[in-house]
Each structure stands twice: as structure tokens, then as C-alpha cells.
Nanobody, 126 residues
Framework: EVQLVESGGGLVQAGGSLRLSCAAS????????IGWYRQAPGKEREGVSC????????YYGDSVKGRFTISSDNAKNTVYLQMNSLTPEDTAVYYC???????????????????WGKGTLVTVSS
């Protein structure tokens, strides 16, 4: 059974940090790119970051560049998203998703990835 399980969300004050984890199972982790996406109430889904396991490339959405860092631990089949300097605008449900590449992320297609997690809520208070 394919599973992507996000964890690490919570409530944090503006300026604080959180680290999200995405634990994958049931598929060949090394063959997939893992992306982070977020959706706030009443807003469109947004691409946050993507890690390509095939070559280690990393990509970021403009709103998080310089503040968020994505990394992968292939031994644990887990991708992390370190989020620093959080602002209330970062409040959203954060999802991880697996796809064959980061192509969808780069093209702004934030739906239709092969596998999705159920999400973890991040709330940033002002």
C-alpha cells in the first residue's frame, strides 16, 4: 500500500521555525520526486518546494525562497521541509506528493501527482 505521511505541523509564532517530514512507503522512493504543496482556506493550492531523487535537484516557490529548505534522507524514505522565518501568510495545510519528476511543480500543475499525503496543518500566529 502506498503511503505518504506528513508530520511536524503545529502552531508557531511569526518568525519561528518548523520542520515538516514526509515519510513514504509502498513505492520505490528513489524513482520519484517529492514535492511540498500548501493550501490555505479560500486560496489556490501553491507549490512550495520539490526534491528530485534522481539527481538531487531542489526547487522552491518564489514566496519561500531563502526561508525554506527541502532535503531528503533516502535511507529513511523521508523528505523534510525546514521552514524558517515563518509569517502568518505561511498558514496552510501542507501536503507532500510523489511524482515521476518535479516537472509538474515547475510548470505550476499542482494536481494529478501520483501519490498524495493527507496533509499537516501549519498555523503561524502574528
Amino acid at each position: 500500500e502506498v503511503q505518504l505521511v506528513e508530520s511536524g505541523g503545529g502552531l508557531v509564532q511569526a518568525g519561528g521555525s518548523l520542520r515538516l517530514s514526509c515519510a513514504a512507503s509502498g513505492f520505490t522512493f528513489d524513482d520519484y520526486a517529492i514535492g511540498w504543496y500548501r493550501q490555505a482556506p479560500g486560496k489556490e493550492r501553491e507549490g512550495v518546494s520539490c526534491f528530485s531523487n534522481s539527481d538531487g535537484s531542489t526547487y522552491y516557490g518564489d514566496s519561500v525562497k531563502g526561508r525554506f529548505t527541502i532535503s531528503s534522507d533516502n535511507a529513511k524514505n523521508t523528505v523534510y521541509l525546514q521552514m524558517n522565518s515563518l509569517t502568518p501568510e505561511d498558514t496552510a495545510v501542507y501536503y507532500c506528493a510523489a511524482d515521476t519528476s518535479c516537472g509538474g511543480f515547475l510548470l505550476g500543475f499542482y494536481y494529478g501527482m501520483d501519490y498524495w499525503g493527507k496533509g499537516t496543518l501549519v498555523t503561524v500566529s502574528s
